[in-house]
């Protein structure tokens, strides 16, 4: 019986076709990306290709057999490394890995939990090609003599490889004009240009704006002062500096989003002290406030509050930018006389924290190392709420007056675990495990926060501060739209998506009396200037671009960092603009200025960081705010 004859390169062949087979359907069954038309799904389909031929075609070099499929095997072994790395993470972030994340290595070991809860047994799935290219290694002869392939025929084939490339990109011009210079959107990104030309685009994006840094001379400032000034928000005279010269007590509560709010879970209320707090007449609580936050998730938060600027696309300010000059809100409260720290009962260098801290201007850290964690009092990386809080308002005793202290709570965290003891309500009954959990995990959360004010009341603390609680960032991501669906009864939309972002702003000022829930649009990014002008202190000439909210020019425009949006009227998330009321969509011109606004405000923000403008406003001891229009009403 005659042998079956190989062809030559069958090796790499398979290899290639294995590979952007198994990419594909990764990208069906792992990441939620929505398809709308044919043409969408067959750029889904050709986008791995380019990439695998060109770099699995560098193994066309290697004369020696053996070498050249070590060489495709290694290859093989490494996109698998990448589609399931990338699987993982967008489990819970809902996007896809960045190069400034992989370099947040101090995080990995406290993010352990987390990421072990979203490996699944399906995801051996990523490695089927290795598995095949093992097989075809073994059970395809070796040639004889070492495989030539002349000049021509690799001429030829990266012909075919740029050809395959330029089509590629042509189509996706086609679907998403400018793709690669105004999107902040990874995901469309992938559905484009696929995953491992995305990480080789990401390489580019971010080693471009750390060249901004060595060329940026001070220049650009004036033109994005030129924007802040024009849409400049003047204080409410009536709550300029109602709380001057009280304690500052900002709670930054972990992954709370708004729709636990006032709602009940199976007949159980969710946030039973929270939903007093709307009602109290010393509480303004905005029912219409967003997260901004990006892949920093809470470190972004603090970086907005403190900074009112954006986060990075694409990363954590605290880890890639810690080195920047900042004109934050804890340095404008020390210059005013206030004692600014951080209470966190977790490790110093998470988040680079440690490092950051210093940049923004924060006189103390109360780590980890402040707190006394006893059996039973540890969860996810760090203190329980109830103990937490109980220990910090006894540190707050002792501090000089008035003082700023920012606060983290921990235990509402992904993947949302909690001792028996401190389950008070039952766990949630859907497809998901996550959101099951959430429940519990804020219903203590809400228990912790009523145990924090009892103890302010009880040290003598309460009566002179002010009392700041947001939601740090969402909890639930879109991967649990299936869940969510359920519990609020209805199916969940790229509109329910974006409104879904809210979270709760609790504003409490002790005898303050005139209290109430507003529904204006606002963000997080509204927050140090609102800060700022209760204790009295003027932010006129500081760079920021968020805008007071009880001032009567504040405009409702929420920019989310991928270049999404809210206004009072429209909602635009996907390349698609919505009614703000019904969630239908309609025709897009209405959102086109507002696109158009939002890309320019968020390169002005990364203008601000990628270049450390503020060491030249710094330096030259000068505003850089000029008196420019203001905005129209």
């Given amino acids: 019986m005659r042998k079956l004859s190989w062809p030559k390169h069958s090796v790499?062949?398979?290899?290639?076709?294995?590979?952007?087979?198994?990419?594909?359907?990764?990208?069906?069954?792992?990441?939620?990306?929505?398809?709308?038309?044919l043409m969408q799904e067959f750029i889904l389909f050709m986008n791995p290709l380019s990439f695998l031929l060109f770099i699995y075609g560098l193994s066309l070099f290697i004369k020696k057999t053996k070498t050249r499929n070590r060489y495709i095997l290694a290859i093989s072994l490494i996109?698998?490394?990448?589609?399931?790395?990338?699987?993982?993470?967008?489990?819970?972030?809902?996007?896809?890995?960045?190069?400034?994340?992989?370099?947040?290595?101090?995080?990995?070991?406290d993010l352990s939990s987390s990421v072990t809860a979203n490996i699944q047994m399906t995801d051996i799935f990523f490695f089927t090609d290795f598995f095949i290219v093992l097989l075809?290694?073994?059970?395809?002869?070796?040639?004889?003599?070492?495989?030539?392939?002349?000049?021509?025929?690799?001429?030829?084939?990266?012909?075919?490889?740029?050809?395959?490339?330029?089509?590629?990109?042509?189509?996706?011009?086609?679907?998403?004009?400018?793709?690669?210079?105004?999107?902040?959107?990874?995901?469309?990104?992938?559905k484009n240009i696929g995953t491992y030309?995305?990480?080789?685009?990401?390489?580019?994006?971010?080693?471009?704006?750390?060249?901004?840094?060595?060329?940026?001379?001070?220049?650009?400032?004036?033109?994005?002062?030129?924007?802040i000034s024009a849409n400049y928000a003047e204080p409410d005279p009536d709550m300029y500096g109602v709380a001057k010269g009280r304690n500052v007590i900002l709670v930054s509560l972990e992954s709370l989003q708004n729709f636990v709010i006032n709602n009940e879970m199976d007949g159980h209320v969710i946030t039973p002290f929270l939903n007093e707090l709307t009602k109290d007449p010393d509480t303004f609580y905005f029912d219409n406030f967003y997260h901004q936050t990006g892949l920093g998730k809470t470190s972004d938060s603090e970086?907005?509050?403190?900074?009112?600027?954006?986060?990075?696309?694409?990363?954590?300010?605290?880890?890639?930018?810690?080195?920047?000059?900042?004109?934050?809100?804890?340095?404008?409260?020390?210059?005013?006389?206030?004692?600014?720290?951080v209470m966190h009962a977790n490790n110093r260098s998470f988040w680079n924290r440690d490092i950051m801290y210093h940049a923004l201007g924060i006189q103390k850290y109360y780590d980890v190392e402040s707190y006394e964690i006893e059996e039973g009092q540890a969860v996810n990386w760090g203190m329980k709420d109830i103990p937490y809080f109980d220990q910090s308002v006894e540190l707050m005793k002792e501090m000089p007056q008035p003082f700023a202290s920012r606060m983290i709570t921990l235990t509402n965290h992904h993947p949302f675990d909690l001792d028996e003891e401190d389950m008070l309500i039952p766990?949630?009954?859907?497809?998901?495990?996550?959101?099951?959990?959430?429940?519990?995990?804020?219903?203590?959360?809400?228990?912790?926060?009523?145990?924090?004010?009892?103890?302010?009341?009880?040290?003598?603390?309460?009566?002179?501060?002010?009392i700041v609680m947001y939601g740090d960032h969402y909890g639930i991501s879109e991967n649990h739209n299936k869940a969510m669906g359920m519990y609020l009864d209805k199916e969940i939309t790229p509109y329910d998506n974006a409104v879904?972002?809210?979270?709760?702003?609790?504003?409490?000022?002790?005898?303050?009396?005139?209290?109430?829930?507003?529904?204006?649009?606002?963000?997080?990014?509204?927050?140090?200037?609102t800060i700022l002008h209760l204790l009295g202190i003027d932010t006129k000439k500081d760079m920021q671009m968020g805008e007071d909210l009880f001032s009567p020019d504040n405009e409702e425009f929420v920019i989310f960092r991928d270049g999404r949006f809210v206004t009072?009227?429209?909602?635009?998330?996907?390349?698609?603009?919505?009614?703000?009321?019904?969630?239908?969509?309609?025709?897009?011109?209405?959102?086109?200025?507002?696109?158009e606004r939002a890309t320019n405000e968020l390169g002005y923000s990364d203008m601000i960081i990628n270049g450390d403008l503020l060491r030249f406003k710094e330096e030259g001891n000068k505003s850089y705010i000029t008196s420019g229009e203001k905005k129209e009403e």
């Avoid at 004109?327 to 404008?332: G, H, V």
Wanted: proline residues 3%; hydrophobic residues 40%.
């Fill in 303 to 341: 970086f907005i509050l403190e900074n009112s600027l954006y986060g990075r696309n694409g990363g954590a300010v605290f880890f890639t930018n810690s080195g920047n000059t900042y004109q934050a809100l804890s340095e404008r409260l020390s210059e005013n006389g206030y004692f600014t720290n």
């Fill in 136 to 190: 075809a290694m073994k059970y395809i002869p070796e040639q004889s003599h070492a495989v030539r392939t002349g000049n021509i025929g690799r001429k030829l084939y990266f012909v075919a490889t740029a050809a395959i490339m330029m089509v590629n990109l042509g189509l996706a011009e086609t679907e998403r004009p400018q793709l690669l210079t105004r999107s902040f959107d990874r995901e469309l990104l992938v």
């Fill in 568 to 595: 009072d009227k429209y909602v635009y998330t996907q390349e698609v603009c919505y009614d703000a009321e019904t969630g239908e969509e309609i025709d897009p011109a209405p959102c086109e200025p507002y696109v």
């Fill in 427 to 466: 766990a949630y009954t859907s497809n998901s495990n996550t959101l099951n959990k959430y429940f519990q995990t804020v219903r203590y959360m809400d228990e912790a926060v009523k145990v924090f004010f009892e103890k302010l009341k009880e040290s003598g603390l309460y009566e002179n501060s002010i």
């Fill in 12 to 37: 790499l062949a398979i290899a290639i076709i294995a590979t952007w087979l198994t990419t594909y359907f990764g990208y069906l069954t792992s990441f939620n990306m929505k398809i709308d038309n």
């Fill in 500 to 529: 879904l972002q809210k979270v709760p702003l609790f504003i409490h000022i002790p005898g303050y009396g005139k209290g109430e829930v507003k529904s204006e649009l606002s963000g997080q990014l509204d927050l140090r200037p």
């Fill in 79 to 109: 996109t698998s490394i990448v589609m399931f790395s990338n699987a993982v993470f967008y489990r819970f972030f809902n996007d896809f890995i960045t190069l400034p994340v992989l370099m947040q290595t101090s995080n990995f070991g």
């Fill in 197 to 227: 030309n995305y990480h080789i685009y990401d390489l580019f994006v971010q080693s471009k704006s750390h060249a901004q840094r060595a060329l940026a001379d001070g220049s650009e400032l004036a033109e994005v002062g030129n924007y």
